[in-house]
């Protein structure tokens, strides 16, 4: 395919960026016919990634987003086996599939050596997504059913039983509540809570597969070395046919792009504080933990995330940062961590901050102080020399990533997250990717692309800020009051005035040593309800449609469909050149000669065995 081609069968070039700090470049390409979106992602790598994500909007706490995603690995139209397609994936050179529900998307993943293993998978996992089974049977084992003991389960039922009544649960769906607008589909919990699991259908959810996992409303970014045509191709030859026998042609009148155009873009609107408190079942009631959400900065506002990005890690990445030293790092602590998170949504973003084993006496009284703690980190101004030391170590990190995992960051900035990763200093390591996706919420035409790809860029232009554009940022995100007025300085953007009056909603989670016992005695009476209503015939039932249920996805996967599916040659795996040398020649071990005449050159006697290992890359690993 020609460089400068707009066209390629059935779709059309949206947009093309090559970087100039790393050897990658994007293509996207959306179908006429169909809508379907490919985001090719080419660079040198023997794994080919791929990352297929439908928009999953849902309005209630049914769990039709997170159950359908189980649903989907139990066989498709032409596969109608359980556990065909992560069997076909270990021919393909890959270690199986894996999927996740977030509330604004779901994604579907898969990496194989090379990319022959991968595209021919591609239709076969395509087939699973589009057109699953979805049986009465699979919903019995997989969702929910009633077992002999009159008790719910189900492989989605056990794990939100597992998770509804935790800290992190209970408080993240109180502030969902409190923080978005009623109407918004940002308060539902996509998992699902219990009591709706229980009275789910799956004609219910088969309904909700037909408007949300459509072709104009799925995008499949892959990420590695391939021609792009061949991409195209395979989904134009062998996708495309069973999408338009199927009538879709891309959307249909009247069809709202999720999130963009429904009522969850409606923006919170937090005039002033709020607080509110949830118990949680927990025998120990010492401690209890806090969530904080403000209105953040817009989509397109990246410079001001990356800053609070930054500032997040300069505040608590260490025992010598700000917050630490206020709070944990003293004979008392006020908490065992701090961290934020950033989560973007639909025009804007919400940031969060999160403190955790607070003592229970301090918790209606740590946010007035984690904001004093925050205007004395203003007042006394920021240390420039550590700011610039977490600049670098981020950017050297960033460029880590992407010659180690392209992917992982890229699949996050172009379909289900952001380039800004704000830190989680209780498990020191990088937060969950923020929700900034161009799928989800960028421009149709790919024109926020480019930004969104440009973060070496925003490292350099922050690496210029002075002390009072980063105060500046600072004193918007929490309502500094500082006294005399403090002067607004024009960074070459427009810094937003991202948080509504400055105002949080706050969540108290507070521990209940009576809760467990009173959620455990309102179970058992529910379930002694609910077997006396069944009764000893519709028991019976019950049990008798488990059983056949489990004897479907029993059935043995036919041999031929499995070997029919070619095992890929290990030719086709793309291995990135490196090339050897040793100090000592006599050792008999193959080595390079370009790279072994360069290494000799030093003519160092080293007392002990050295191999140096040489590739095309940005940094130097030791």
Known sequence: ????????????????????????????????????????????????????VLRTEIFDDSGRPHTLEHLVFLGSEKYPYKGVLDNLANRAFSNGTNAWTANDHTAYTIATAGDEGFLRLLPIYLDHILYPTMTSNGFVTEVHHINEKAEDAGVVYAEMQGREQT???????????????????????TGGLMERLRVLTVEKIREYHGEYYVPHNLCLLVVGRMPTSTLLDVLQNQVEPDILKHGQVGPPEGWKRPFMETPSLKKPQVSKPLTEVIEFPEKDESQ???????????????????????????????????LMKEFVEIPSPLCTYIYFADNVRAGYS????????????????????????????????????????????????????????????????VINGASIQLRAQHHNSV?????????????????????????????????????????????????????????RIDVNITITRYIIDNSPVVVLGKPSASLPEKLESEEKSRIAAQKEALGEEGLTKKVKELEEAKQEHERPIPSEMLTSFPVPPVSSISWIPVKSAWNDPNKGLNSDKELQTHVEKDNADLPFFVGFNHAEVNLTLL
């Open 350 to 413: 919400a940031t969060e901050v999160y403190l955790g084993g607070v003592p229970a006496e301090e918790l209606d009284g740590m946010h007035g102080k984690l904001i004093d703690a925050l205007k004395k980190v203003a007042k006394e101004g920021i240390d420039m020399e550590r700011m610039a030391t977490i600049i670098n170590r981020d950017k050297l990190r960033f460029l880590n990533t992407l010659e180690s995992n392209p992917g992982e960051f890229y699949s996050a900035t």
């Open 167 to 189: 800290p992190g649960d209970l408080m993240a769906l109180k502030m969902q509540r409190a923080f978005y607008p009623d109407g918004s589909a940002y308060r539902s919990e």
């Open 288 to 322: 209890g933990e806090i969530a904080m959400s403000f209105v953040g900065p817009t989509y397109e506002d990246m410079i001001t995330r990356k800053a609070l990005d930054l500032l997040s890690t300069y505040l608590t990445d260490s025992p010598v940062s700000p």
């Open 1 to 52: 395919m020609d460089s400068t081609t707009s066209q390629h069968g059935n779709f059309d070039l949206v947009k093309k960026v090559k970087l100039d700090y790393a050897p990658i470049e994007l293509q996207k390409w959306t179908s006429r016919k169909t809508g379907l979106s490919v985001v090719h992602l080419d660079c040198e790598s023997p794994l080919v990634k791929g990352y297929f």
């Open 431 to 487: 937060a969950d990717p923020v929700r900034n996706a161009d799928f989800l919420y960028g421009d149709k035409d790919g024109k926020d692309i480019p930004q969104m790809m440009g973060e070496v860029d925003r490292y350099d232009e922050l690496t210029k800020w002075t002390n009072d554009q980063w105060v500046n940022v600072l004193s918007k995100y929490v309502e500094l009051s500082l006294g005399d007025p403090r002067p």
